[in-house]
């Protein structure tokens, strides 16, 4: 968590984070947080990440990543955006 902190220039809130819920009834259901998208204060923050394995293609996981971002900038409405020369 330190070198995330170090590296990263935004604080992840609920991102890389359990969401989910446990019942009385002793059943659960969570899941690890890879999109994510916070409306506050007429802001909108969004992260976006996948599961990486072994077997991950380091360059299909990058394209996948910049899929998921194109996906929740669609949903706002906004059809490109360029942000210190990344461009979605």
């Given at each position: 968590m330190e070198i995330i902190e170090e590296l990263e220039p935004v604080r992840r809130g609920v991102y890389?984070?359990?969401?989910?819920y446990l019942g009385?009834?002793?059943n659960a259901d969570l899941s690890i947080v890879i999109r994510s998208m916070v409306c506050h204060k007429g802001e909108v923050h969004f992260h976006v990440?996948?599961?990486i394995t072994i077997d991950s293609d380091p360059q299909?996981?990058?394209?996948?990543?910049l899929d998921k971002a194109r996906a929740l900038l669609r949903a706002l409405g906004v059809s490109r955006l360029e942000v210190d020369g990344w461009r979605l």
């Open positions: 890389t984070g359990a969401i989910g009385f009834d002793g990440g996948g599961g299909a996981e990058y394209h996948e990543t």
